[in-house]
C-alpha cells in the first residue's frame, strides 16, 4: 500500500512514494525541460517496472504543474507549494516554525505556529539565489554544482557580491575575478550575498524562529546552510529529503483526502506509454479573453484549465468536453 506524490515543478518534476507509515521508499528527481507531461510518463515508466496500480492508495500533485498534472494522473488532491512543504515539514517535526524553501527557480518562505501555515512570501520575477542561478555561475566557473558549497566553507575572507540582482551579481562575480581574488571567497561572498537578499526580501517583516529548516534543491549547498545560519544566529535543520518535500506534502494530503472519500481516482501507471495532445484557444465568452489549454489522450479530453470563471474547467464530463 503506497501514496504517491508529484511536484511538477519549472526545473525540475519530483515523484516520490510513501508507504503506510509515511517513510519515503522511492524518489525520483527528473529534468521537466518545459514538457511536464514528459517528464511525468518517464517517471512512471520507471515506477512501472517495480510497482502495480493496485499498490497505489492515493496520489496528490503540487508545483506550477499541479493543474495539468492532476488531469493526467487523476489526482486525489491537487494542493499548492505553501500547503504542501508546510505538510512535509510537520510530518518530520511539530515544531518547526520557519521554512526556508529555495527551488530551480523561485523561492519561499513559510512562517508556522501551532502546526499552522499563518504567514508566507514567495520571489518575484528575478531568479537571483535560485538553483538555477547557481548552476549557471557553477557552470561558468567551471566547477560541478555539488562542490559549490565546499569551495565556500574553504573562504577566509567572503567578499562583498552584489546579490539583488542576477545580472549585477554575476558581473560583480566576473569583476572580482579580473582583480585576482580567488574563487573560495568569490563563491562564499556568493552565498553571503544571496542569504542577504534572500533576507531582506522575501523574509523582510516576517518573524523568522527556530526551529528552521532549510530544503529545496539549494539546501544541498553548504555554502548557503553556512551563510543562513550566520544571519540568523542559529542553527538551520536540512530534512533528509529536502529536495522532494513538496512532492512527500502531495502525498500525505493525499492520503489524508482518500482516507475520508474511501477511494482513488489514479488512472495507473500505463499512462506512461500514453499520447497527450495539448492546445490552447482563447476563449471570447467575456471581455476576460482567457487563454485556455485543453489536454487530450487521443480523442479524449482529460480536461482545461486556465479559465478565470470556471466555465471550461468544470465542463468536463466522461471525457465530453461540454464548453465545447
Not at 510513501?18 to 507531461?37: A, F, H, N, Q, W
Not at 530551480?104 to 513559510?110: A, E, H, L, M, T
Not at 547557481?134 to 566553507?153: C, H, S, V
Request: with cysteine.
Amino acid at each position: 500500500m503506497y501514496y504517491l506524490g508529484v511536484d511538477v515543478g519549472s526545473v525540475s518534476t519530483d515523484i516520490v512514494l510513501l508507504d503506510s507509515s509515511m517513510d519515503v521508499i522511492e524518489k525520483l528527481y527528473l529534468r521537466t525541460k518545459g514538457k511536464p507531461i514528459n517528464a511525468i510518463q518517464k517517471g512512471f515508466k520507471i515506477l512501472k517496472e517495480k510497482y502495480c496500480d493496485e499498490q497505489i492508495k492515493a496520489v496528490g500533485t503540487t508545483g506550477s504543474g499541479r493543474q495539468i498534472s492532476s488531469f493526467i494522473i487523476g489526482a486525489d488532491a491537487v494542493k499548492n507549494e505553501i500547503t504542501a512543504h508546510a505538510c512535509a515539514s510537520l510530518s518530520i517535526d511539530k515544531d518547526v516554525r520557519t521554512i526556508l524553501e529555495i527551488g530551480g527557480q523561485d523561492s519561499k518562505i513559510i512562517i508556522l505556529k501551532d502546526g499552522i501555515p499563518i504567514d508566507f512570501a514567495m520571489n518575484n520575477v528575478c531568479a537571483a539565489g535560485t538553483g538555477s542561478f547557481l548552476d549557471r555561475q557553477a557552470e561558468r566557473l567551471g566547477i560541478p554544482i555539488e562542490e559549490f558549497g565546499d569551495y565556500a566553507l574553504k573562504s577566509t575572507t567572503p567578499l562583498r557580491i552584489a546579490g539583488r540582482c542576477a545580472v549585477f551579481a554575476e558581473s560583480d562575480m566576473i569583476h572580482k575575478q579580473q582583480l585576482g581574488y580567488n574563487e573560495a571567497d568569490i563563491i562564499n561572498g556568493l552565498c553571503e550575498a544571496l542569504v542577504r537578499n534572500y533576507l531582506n526580501d522575501i523574509g523582510k517583516g516576517k518573524e523568522i524562529s527556530s526551529k528552521i529548516f532549510f530544503q529545496g534543491g539549494v539546501a544541498a549547498n553548504k555554502g548557503m546552510k553556512a551563510s543562513f545560519e550566520r544571519a540568523l544566529g542559529c542553527e538551520v535543520f536540512i530534512p533528509e529529503h529536502y529536495n522532494v518535500m513538496g512532492a512527500i506534502g502531495a502525498a500525505i494530503i493525499a492520503k489524508e483526502t482518500v482516507d475520508k472519500n474511501g477511494s482513488t481516482n489514479f488512472k495507473g501507471f500505463d499512462i506512461a506509454n500514453s499520447k497527450f495532445i495539448s492546445n490552447s484557444f482563447e476563449c471570447d465568452g467575456c471581455s476576460n479573453r482567457c487563454e485556455v489549454v485543453r489536454i487530450k489522450n487521443e480523442d479524449t479530453v482529460l480536461g482545461c484549465f486556465g479559465d478565470r470563471c470556471g466555465k471550461w474547467t468544470n465542463c468536463i464530463s466522461d471525457g465530453v468536453d461540454k464548453g465545447a
